[in-house]
């Protein structure tokens, strides 16, 4: 076994080396990839809009995993007894919000999952001792034969995308692009290790990682979970993660102190256009295998488990039901010998399928489904198909077998409860000593020095001051998937082990015989002898993070100004950047005397400071850290490129003056498509807010929220999208304005010459107490419509406000808020969407 492993591990170390060596970034097929076949017939490539998959244009994989008479024998015994209610349970999977244990041994579940924002007892901050109670209990009731049933024990799939990520006091590890960064397959090895270890403590069988996307465009959200931009990088990577987590293909996972995997989102979510998630990717076929298709090469090739769906399409058709894709090039031609589970109710977007209903996507040849709170109509639906043949038995039983063989290989049968296993219950791996250390080391290699005229490394002994928005917010160097869904709603007390930036800076500087000051604004008692400023993203997951230009909100570009000031009095500047992806800073790069990348580092912030004080003898530590994507010169997408792929200074060369680049963002700060805000978001550069119309005004970031002492409150809703719109609860009691405004007014005044509206996606969820007006504010002129008291209630409604109602031409043309909600009474009202239009459900009439 040993030798095998290392066989595996030398084979895929040296696809890597070779890559790596090669100075060109982009991958040739031959690198990761077998030569294809001499018998491959001749295809002819596909039209760009097309979603016909040729496979033989597709590189064979040899599954490692070779199938065991023993186990095969063992799943035709438990097929011959398993009755179709519990085949079709088996290859369900349900959210521990949305299930109960009583649930699973009725239904005969196959599987369970912990979404992003779900933990035990509904607390997404449960102790780590209520995880494993809570699979001791899944497990119990999976195998508890009383009411019948084989008893096939469940499965538990959880998002440890950066460390064990759901669970307060674990390892964070960087965040997958700053990893990239790091350029360290070994390193990545040891992380996967580190990682399983830790989900094994809490009873956990399966992690939904590696993601082994190939992000290309860093407007979408969900930029930061990929390795890379290059599929080279992800590519040498991927198999080493997956060895990593699960061990050497083929062993007995559960014995061990490793966990089944999970490659995702196949195939092609980060090639979707414009970036936007869970959209479409409109690229060749060749593309898809050579950029997207790249890491799941090494992935099979180290045997990973399962791979998960993407929720995004090809050329028009969702990934979840595309047959040639799931069944002819992953099954057939690449040989992958797990089991396919779709994500989070995708199932419910492929075409003619609902959340409860899809039979489409069993049949493309998915094995397991994601129904995380549909689970229950959609056994209803799945039973009555696979009854009446809809769902072909054959086709029923290979889901079921290939969920049996992962969970015979893994000795699911054999385990015992999750709390009887190696590692259950041994807190002190949870963020253990050695695992900090790990990703402290990662944090370190991550980062990528862009600038440095001289100030790095920092003197022993200097005082330092720490200033910026992000220096000591452990939440914000930790980014989405952590604790919660999308890292918001947390504090430095929710990570008790964990380094904030600060601290580490702190105690580099203490140790170093000097000393440091935090001060978020800048302000200082004694002036320091250089200044270190964290500023840069807030956590975002998901759609919730798709942005339409590559820059930061205006309000997260404050700390600019503390940057300038600091300039100005004569202190040198290191600047370091929490971002999970490249956006245009050129006016940072320009101000600072140094400028670090520091990615999303997660729980350990003193990697940070690591690089940036000068080791005992003087010498600089040196930053090996090189960009994993390329970073842009403006804000514009497909704009130019300031520093390639690749780039990264080493902090050890002659300091070098700074030749200034461009500080014009390219795009204006409302140059939103027409898109005020979609998902519950606004667009970059505008803002929400809720005040009285006069000097009381909070904006609103993240949810819940209060304003006006509590008489306004604002919470996450579902409407498109889960969280995807605000709900507003005003009480009343005073004025009330809801509202929703770009950095710098718009001129309207073309679009106001037509039938375009202001179109918002709103639901009423009572009729307004008193007059209630949607108006815009441009000046003192500017007029709106009355909301009507008859307007539907509880249910999502398109309102259009033609943008004539807000006015005459020279109002227009200066429009500081296209959409605001007002009203002195109560009313219960959401809005999911704002953006130009032109049709509505309701149309208002101006007033
Ligand atoms: C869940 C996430 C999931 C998302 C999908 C959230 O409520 O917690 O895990 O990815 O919904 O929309
Ligand atoms: C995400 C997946 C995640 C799943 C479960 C989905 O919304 O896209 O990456 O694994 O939720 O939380």
């Known amino acids: 076994m040993r030798q095998k492993h290392d066989r595996l591990r030398t084979l895929l170390l040296s696809a890597a080396t070779v890559s790596a060596a090669l100075a060109a970034p982009a991958l040739t097929w031959a690198q990761v990839a077998p030569a294809p076949q001499s018998a491959t017939p001749a295809v002819v490539p596909p039209r760009p809009s097309s979603s016909v998959v040729h496979p033989a244009i597709w590189p064979k994989v040899s599954w490692p995993i070779k199938r065991d008479a023993k186990i095969e024998a063992r799943i035709a015994d438990l097929l011959r007894r398993m009755t179709i209610e519990e085949k079709v349970g088996q290859v369900i999977q349900a959210d521990i919000a949305s299930v109960t244990p009583e649930d699973v041994k009725r239904y005969h579940l196959g599987s369970v999952l912990n979404g992003g924002s779900s933990g035990p007892g509904n607390d997404d901050l449960a102790p780590a001792q209520k995880w494993l109670e809570l699979a001791d209990a899944f497990y119990a009731a999976s195998t508890d034969r009383s009411a019948g049933g084989v008893g096939v024990p469940v499965i538990w799939g959880t998002d440890a995308v950066h460390g064990h990520s759901n669970i307060v006091g674990a390892t964070l590890f960087p965040h ?41 465009d860093a407007r979408w959200g969900r930029t930061y979970e990929g390795y890379s931009s290059d599929p080279a990088l992800v590519a040498s990577y991927a198999g080493r993660m997956i060895l990593g987590l699960q061990g050497a293909p083929g062993n007995r996972i559960l014995a061990g102190p490793h966990v089944l995997a999970s490659t995702k989102h196949f195939i092609a979510d980060g090639g979707t256009f414009e970036g936007r998630d869970q959209g479409d990717a409109r690229i060749s076929e060749e593309t898809l295998r050579d950029v997207h298709g790249a890491p799941y090469v090494p992935a099979i090739g180290a045997g990973v488990g399962t791979v998960m769906t993407s929720f995004s399409s090809w050329n028009g058709t969702k990934i979840a039901g595309h047959h040639g894709l799931v069944t002819d090039v992953l099954k057939g031609r690449m040989d992958f010998g797990g089991f396919v589970v779709t994500d989070w ?9 609902t959340n409860a209903s899809c039979p ?117 160097q930790s980014g989405g998937w952590t604790l ?38 800048g302000t200082f008692a004694k002036k320091p002898d250089a200044a270190i400023v964290v500023f840069g993203e807030t956590p975002y997951a998901e759609f919730q993070g798709d942005i339409k230009a590559l820059q930061l909100r205006p309000e997260l570009r404050a700390p600019l100004a503390t940057m300038r000031r600091l300039k100005a009095q004569g202190i040198p500047v290191v600047a370091v950047m929490l971002t999970g992806r490249p956006l245009f800073v050129g006016p940072e790069l320009n101000t600072a005397d140094a400028f670090v990348v520091g990615w999303l580092p997660g729980s350990e912030g003193a990697g940070i400071a690591d690089r940036l004080f000068a080791r005992a003898d003087g010498s600089a530590p040196g930053f090996t850290g090189r ?122 005044s073309r679009e106001a010459n037509g039938d375009v509206m202001v179109v918002a996606t709103m639901r009423f969820d009572s009729a307004p107490a008193s007059d209630a007006r949607i108006v815009a504010r441009c000046g003192a002129t500017c007029g709106g419509a009355a909301i009507p008291r008859d307007v539907a209630q509880g249910k999502w409604l398109t309102v259009g406000v033609p ?45």
């Open 176 to 216: 997958n692009v700053g990893l990239g960064a790091a350029n360290d397959p070994d390193m990545i090895e040891r992380i996967g290790a580190a990682t399983a270890a830790e989900i094994r403590v809490t009873g956990q069988e399966w992690t939904f990682a590696p993601t082994i996307t190939v992000p290309q």
């Open 484 to 521: 919660s869904w999308q890292g918001t709603g947390l504090t430095n007390a929710n990570f008790p082990g964990a380094t904030s930036i600060w601290s580490g800076i702190r105690q580099a500087a203490a140790q170093s015989g000097g000393s440091a000051e935090l001060s978020p604004g």
């Open 627 to 748: 960009l994993s994507m390329a970073w842009p010169a403006t804000a514009r997408p497909g704009g130019p490129t300031l520093f390639p792929l690749r780039y990264g200074l080493s902090g050890t060369e002659a300091p070098m003056p700074w030749k200034p680049v461009g500080e014009d963002a390219g795009v204006a700060d409302d140059d939103t498509g027409g898109i005020y805000f979609a998902d519950g978001v606004p667009a970059a550069g505008w803002s929400l807010s809720v005040g009285n119309g006069e000097s009381d005004t909070t904006r609103i970031t993240t949810v819940p929220a209060q304003a006006l002492a509590g008489r306004v409150r604002v919470t996450a809703i579902d409407a498109r999208v889960q969280e995807g719109g605000r709900a507003f609860d005003l009480r009343g009691g005073g004025p009330q304005v809801v509202s929703l405004s770009p950095a710098a007014s718009l001129d309207l």
């Open 345 to 353: 109710n995708a199932h419910g977007q492929v075409a003619g399928c």
């Open 803 to 847: 943008l004539r109602c807000y006015g005459a031409a020279g109002a227009i043309a200066q429009v500081a808020t296209p959409f605001a909600i007002s009203t002195r009474g109560a009313m219960k009202v959401a809005v999911a969407r704002v953006a130009l239009g032109t049709a509505a459900d309701r149309v208002l009439k101006c007033d």
């Open 360 to 476: 489409q996507a069993i049949n493309a040849g998915i094995d397991m489904y994601m129904a995380p709170d549909s689970w229950r109509a959609l056994y209803g639906s799945l039973l009555a198909q696979a009854k009446d043949g809809t769902v072909p038995a054959a086709r029923l039983n290979d889901a079921v077998a290939r969920i049996l063989r992962v969970k015979l290989q893994i000795g699911l049968f054999e385990a015992g409860k999750p709390s009887s296993r190696p590692l259950s219950g041994q807190w002190q791996l949870l963020g253990s000593a050695e695992h900090r250390a790990l990703a402290r080391d990662a944090v370190a290699k991550s980062l990528v020095l862009l600038k440095n005229t001289g100030v790095l490394p920092l003197k022993r002994g200097a005082n330092i001051l720490v200033a910026g928005d992000a220096a000591d917010d452990i939440a914000r």
